[in-house]
């Protein structure tokens, strides 16, 4: 089992910034690659960023390539999502997950084994 927590959520004006992260536990955090989905009311969840076992790919669903940055400390055990000039519609409940370093894809949830419980973002207009 892994254990998943989320914090650093929050309410942010537009364009503003938020770092969130995500502490694992359990098994041997370099064994997964991790994923940070969110999910917006009466929205299906989807896809933010996703990175490799060792920080060395990294991953982003297209309209947060150039604002949101994904990364690990595999010696903290924790994965950052740090998100720039966010915007109204960047409000969600954000999840981060686990998934095998063998996984074929990062980009679909049903792929991952393990869930954080989520943190809240909202972003004022």
């Known amino acids: 089992q892994v254990q998943l927590v989320e914090s650093g959520g929050g309410l942010v004006q537009a364009g503003g910034s938020l770092r969130l992260s995500c502490a694992a536990s359990?098994?041997?955090?370099?064994?997964?690659?991790m994923g940070w989905f969110r999910q917006a009311p009466g929205k299906e969840r989807e896809f933010v960023a996703a990175i490799n076992w060792n920080g060395g790919s990294t991953y982003y669903a297209n309209s947060m390539k150039g604002r949101f940055t994904i990364s690990r400390d595999n010696a903290k055990n924790t994965v950052y999502l740090e998100m720039n000039s966010l915007k109204p519609e960047d409000t969600a409940v954000y999840y981060c997950?686990?998934?095998?370093?063998?996984?074929?894809?990062?980009?679909?949830?049903?792929?991952?084994?393990?869930w954080g419980q989520g943190t809240q973002v909202t972003v004022s207009s």
């Open positions: 997950a686990a998934v095998k370093r063998s996984s074929i894809s990062y980009y679909y949830p049903k792929l991952y084994d393990y």
């Open positions: 359990g098994r041997t955090f370099s064994n997964y690659a």
